[in-house]
């Protein structure tokens, strides 16, 4: 079980990026990943607090916008080439899942420092990696530290923050997945970790009327949850908690979809209607996404009524060995789009 040691939310929190490090024992070198974007909003800022206290320290800027397993093997020549103690990944999920996977790859501790709170990445042991032949996430490793400050992530489209807030209350559905898969199937479940999950998906819900832009404090409450969903993760060692049959939804539609939403707000659509599959309150889910900001129809995130019926009816095959409702319930394109009509998602 591998946990962070360091987890450090709060305005200003960057500066204190030197003495955690230090604090962890990383007092010669380091090397930065981040984004061309990410390299001016706070990268930059974490170079040169490094360097100001003696460290030797690199960078490497990824010039794509999506985590290709090209650009982990890039940033793993950078690591070999440098051998730094530690590896900090600084921008959006993208560029921490890069720094997360190479550094893993290479045996090297990593610091997450999210620049956004788009989805769960920043705590998780898990890398989402396009280009490996797996339409989800792999196995990384746990970061070693965790400094998320507000004052940056605020700053970010709010977008992204309401697409967090999808990726969290996704966590309704994933969590009672995997309690149907231990009582059918008798996988592996962890109570208290599956409680940990939900509790960060309710706290999300519970506070939804402040989570709004230029809300500091909304913005606490979602990376709370966030770090929470992570590190339910690193203890169950199985994305099993955070992700079921509405992220198996999302990975369909990126499939299939030649526009698609972000990850959380796919996610936030697929907990609507995996809700009501599961006979959960769908209502309320829907509803506390529209207060947070975020999409619940399809034509919100530009996506046709027909790629959502065919991502419903195709999420079943992105991963046959995860049971989830909807091996308890199998959608026909009849049903599939029957229950996206009932639940609004579509037209």
């Not at 921008?91 to 501790?109: E, N, Q, W, Y």
């Not at 129809?297 to 060995?321: Q, S």
């Amino acid at each position: 079980m591998r946990l962070p040691r360091e987890i450090v939310v709060g305005n200003g929190s960057l500066e204190l990026v030197a003495e955690i490090c230090k604090s962890l024992g990383f007092i010669k070198s380091a090397l930065v990943i981040t984004g061309p974007k990410t390299f001016h909003i706070a990268g930059k800022k974490v170079l040169n607090l490094l360097r100001e206290e003696g460290l030797e320290v690199h960078y490497y800027i990824v010039p794509s916008q999506s985590a290709t397993l090209h650009d982990v093997e890039e940033a793993e020549r950078e690591i070999l080439k440098y051998k730094p103690q530690v590896v900090l990944g600084v921008g959006g999920g993208t560029k921490i899942d890069i720094a997360k996977l190479s550094s893993a790859r290479r045996g090297v501790p990593f610091i997450s420092i999210p620049t956004t709170a788009s989805h769960d990445s920043m705590a998780s042991p898990f890398a989402s990696i396009k280009s490996t032949g797996k339409p989800y996430s792999i196995k990384a490793q746990s970061p070693i530290a965790v400094i998320a400050d507000t004052s940056i992530i605020m700053k970010a489209p709010y977008r992204l923050t309401a697409s967090g807030c999808g990726d969290v209350i996704a966590k309704i559905t994933s969590t009672r997945d995997w309690k149907i898969a231990h009582e059918k199937k008798n996988e592996y479940y962890a109570e208290y970790t599956s409680s940990l999950a939900l509790m960060s998906a309710e706290h999300v819900m519970e506070n939804a009327d402040i989570i709004k832009p230029g809300s500091e404090e909304g913005v606490r409450v979602l990376l709370e949850s966030l770090v929470s969903c992570g590190v339910a993760m690193c203890i169950a060692g199985t994305s099993r908690p955070c992700s079921g049959s509405e992220h198996l939804f999302s990975h369909a539609l990126d499939a299939i979809a030649p526009n698609h939403g972000l990850h959380g707000e796919q996610c936030g659509l697929g907990t609507i209607m995996m809700a009501a599959l599961h006979g959960i309150d769908w209502e309320k889910v829907r509803d506390t996404l529209r207060t947070v900001g975020a999409p619940t129809t399809a034509k919100e995130i530009g996506v046709k009524d027909e790629y959502i019926v065919k991502a419903l009816v195709k999420a079943r095959e992105i991963r046959p060995e995860r049971y989830t409702i909807l091996d308890e319930k199998p959608l026909t394109e009849r049903s599939a789009r029957q229950l996206a009509r009932n639940t609004g998602v579509i037209r």
